[in-house]
């Protein structure tokens, strides 16, 4: 049983799969940060000087020991970016990957030019079934 275990788990798609997780989520940690500390700051500026991780309703306010009860869109408006931004960078790596996969099937070369022999017998055969 160990045995089939391993050779499970070191089949080649399964450790690429492995791979992309890992970098998957490296990467999305790369772009939630990118959106929350270098994109949202300037937009929230142009908005006026809106933080939209502060953005909320208060639902319910606190009251003896409670916390208020709040509804967070701004964090959800953040999220969304996030979202956006990852789903665009996955488009243009298929993209790519798509292009160079094209290249590499170029059309198969044409069929090779009949010999002189192939020729000739050619034209011998049309000239009997002309007559």
């Known amino acids: 049983m160990l045995t089939e275990f391993k050779d499970f788990a070191m089949r080649g798609n399964v450790v690429d799969m492995a791979v992309g997780i890992v970098i998957g989520g490296a990467f999305g940690k790369i772009v939630s940060s990118f959106v929350g500390d270098v994109l949202m700051p300037p937009i929230g500026i142009l908005l006026g000087g809106v933080d939209f991780s502060d953005l909320s309703i208060t639902l319910k306010s606190a009251a003896e020991g409670a916390d208020a009860v709040t509804l967070g869109y701004g964090a959800f408006i953040q999220t969304v970016v996030d979202f956006l931004i990852i789903a665009f960078a996955i488009f243009l790596v298929i993209k790519a990957m798509n292009t160079v996969v094209k ?17 000739l017998l050619t034209e011998i055969r049309d000239a009997l079934r002309a007559r």
Do not use: D, I, T, V
Request: glycine share 0%.
């Open 103 to 119: 290249k590499k099937e170029a059309p198969p070369p044409p069929p090779p030019a009949p010999s002189k022999e192939e020729q």
